[in-house]
């Protein structure tokens, strides 16, 4: 780990940096040398690079989402070229020309997110060790050193000898304590949030190995997270926990306002658009009436939840149009027969009476 840290120095000096100006701010409020000030920076470290990563996470949830929906047509080429390998890879890279999809995309945040990752844990191996580094100085060092969360210091880890603990100024109860329960904290939120994605918001209606896959993930990563934490030092479990949580809260917001076609979040989330549409007579907001807009676009090509939701405005009288709006159904064209996916109704003839049925027709005059 250290070597791979090493690596990443060139970064150190920009992330101690942001350090130590968190740390002035919040070394104001709870005192230099506190271990909420030297842990609120890391904190705020981490909600400073998140927020920075937020268009790489939007391209992300495109390109998983690009992904879950050429799984078929991949599985098609497997087949199609599984004795030639060549010929597999090259109609392989043609899709992803032909549709825009990079499958490198999906691990755009937690690549860009490395290098501070990792030079933050070379920034706090260091501190353990009392070596200057970056911008921290001596008294810097010092001070970080002897911070404790908990009575556990942050430049301290979970197989580190008794011997090394004591010289931070603690017992190694207090370390083996607080980062057990960081590490189970930082392993549950991530098996958290990749149930939460594989439960919710992936289109149950294809079934592919990519879902196999990341269902697997759901239950390997967890594991991973275990077994390396307990390498990490106090710091970068506060570090790795933060960006689970900020992932998880930002998965839950992506869920509930912008759902994966076809998921079961998209069910719920049109449930909830329904009972909008339905008090207030009209879609309010720019979010809104976009999904609403491109569920209209996909005419005939509809899912099921799209089906059901236009199916259900129309009983309730109202019609969803291109612009994203809904009206009344008598104030202009319904949607509901082309939003279902049906054709349109034919006109039946008007009935007649019993009397025009009893009078015989008259013959049409010769000419």
Same mark, same amino acid.
């Not at 740390?23 to 271990?35: E, M, N, Q, R, T």
């Given at each position: 780990?250290?070597?791979?840290?090493?690596?990443?120095?060139?970064?150190?000096?920009?992330?101690?940096? &942001?350090?130590? @100006?968190?740390?002035?701010?919040?070394?104001?409020?709870?005192?230099?040398?506190?271990?909420?000030?030297?842990?609120?920076?890391?904190?705020?470290?981490?909600?400073?690079?998140?927020?920075?990563?937020?268009?790489?996470?939007?391209?992300?949830?495109? /390109?998983?989402?690009?992904?879950?929906?050429?799984?078929?047509?991949?599985?098609?080429?497997?087949?199609?070229?599984?004795?030639?390998?060549?010929? @597999?890879?090259?109609?392989?890279?043609?899709?992803?020309?032909?549709?825009?999809?990079?499958?490198?995309?999906?691990?755009?945040?937690?690549?860009?997110?490395?290098?501070?990752?990792?030079?933050?844990?070379?920034?706090?191996?260091? &501190?353990?060790?009392?070596?200057?580094?970056?911008?921290?100085?001596?008294?810097?060092?010092?001070?970080?050193?002897?911070?404790?969360?908990?009575?556990?210091? &942050?430049?301290?880890?979970?197989?580190?000898?008794?011997?090394?603990?004591?010289?931070?100024?603690?017992?190694?109860?207090?370390?083996?304590?607080?980062?057990?329960?960081?590490?189970?904290?930082?392993?549950?939120?991530?098996?958290?949030?990749?149930?939460?994605?594989?439960?919710?918001?992936?289109?149950?209606?294809?079934?592919?190995?990519?879902?196999?896959? @990341?269902?697997?993930?759901?239950?390997?990563?967890?594991?991973?997270?275990?077994?390396?934490?307990?390498?990490?030092?106090?710091?970068?479990?506060?570090?790795?926990?933060?960006?689970?949580?900020?992932?998880?809260?930002?998965?839950?917001?992506?869920?509930? @306002?912008?759902?994966?076609?076809?998921?079961?979040?998209?069910?719920?989330?049109?449930?909830?658009?329904? =009972?909008? /549409?339905?008090?207030?007579?009209?879609?309010?907001?720019?979010? =809104?009436?976009?999904?609403?807009?491109?569920?209209?676009?996909?005419?005939?090509?509809?899912?099921?939840?799209?089906?059901?939701?236009?199916?259900?405005?129309?009983?309730?009288?109202?019609?969803?149009?291109?612009?994203?709006?809904?009206?009344?159904?008598?104030?202009?064209?319904?949607?509901?027969? /082309?939003?279902?996916?049906?054709?349109? =109704?034919?006109? *039946?003839?008007?009935? *007649?009476? =019993?009397?025009?049925?009893?009078?015989?027709?008259?013959?049409?005059?010769?000419?």
């Amino acid at each position: 780990m250290d070597t791979i840290a090493g690596l990443f120095s060139f970064i150190t000096t920009p992330v101690s940096w &942001i350090i130590v @100006q968190f740390h002035s701010l919040y070394g104001a409020v709870f005192g230099p040398d506190s271990g909420w000030a030297w842990g609120l920076s890391i904190v705020s470290l981490v909600v400073l690079i998140r927020i920075c990563l937020i268009p790489l996470f939007v391209k992300q949830i495109k /390109a998983t989402r690009g992904m879950q929906a050429l799984q078929p047509k991949m599985k098609a080429i497997q087949e199609r070229y599984k004795n030639d390998k060549q010929r @597999q890879s090259e109609e392989m890279m043609k899709l992803y020309k032909e549709t825009g999809t990079n499958p490198l995309s999906s691990c755009l945040p937690i690549l860009a997110q490395s290098p501070f990752f990792f030079a933050l844990y070379h920034v706090l191996a260091n &501190i353990a060790d009392g070596k200057t580094i970056g911008v921290l100085n001596q008294q810097l060092v010092d001070s970080a050193r002897e911070a404790k969360i908990f009575g556990a210091p &942050i430049a301290a880890k979970f197989m580190d000898s008794s011997e090394k603990v004591a010289a931070l100024g603690a017992s190694l109860t207090d370390v083996r304590v607080v980062t057990a329960v960081m590490i189970v904290m930082m392993s549950l939120s991530q098996f958290y949030t990749q149930r939460q994605l594989m439960q919710k918001n992936v289109d149950l209606s294809v079934k592919t190995p990519f879902m196999q896959q @990341q269902k697997m993930l759901m239950y390997i990563f967890p594991v991973i997270f275990a077994v390396m934490g307990i390498n990490f030092p106090v710091g970068v479990l506060v570090y790795w926990l933060t960006t689970n949580v900020w992932t998880m809260g930002q998965q839950m917001y992506v869920i509930n @306002q912008n759902p994966t076609p076809g998921s079961k979040a998209q069910d719920q989330y049109l449930t909830r658009l329904l =009972k909008h /549409a339905t008090s207030h007579g009209e879609v309010k907001g720019r979010g =809104k009436k976009k999904i609403v807009a491109a569920i209209v676009a996909k005419g005939p090509d509809r899912n099921d939840n799209e089906r059901k939701f236009i199916t259900a405005l129309s009983k309730q009288g109202l019609a969803a149009q291109a612009d994203g709006s809904v009206i009344k159904s008598s104030e202009g064209t319904a949607d509901s027969d /082309a939003a279902s996916g049906g054709a349109a =109704k034919r006109q *039946q003839p008007k009935r *007649q009476t =019993k009397s025009q049925r009893q009078t015989p027709s008259k013959p049409s005059p010769k000419k």
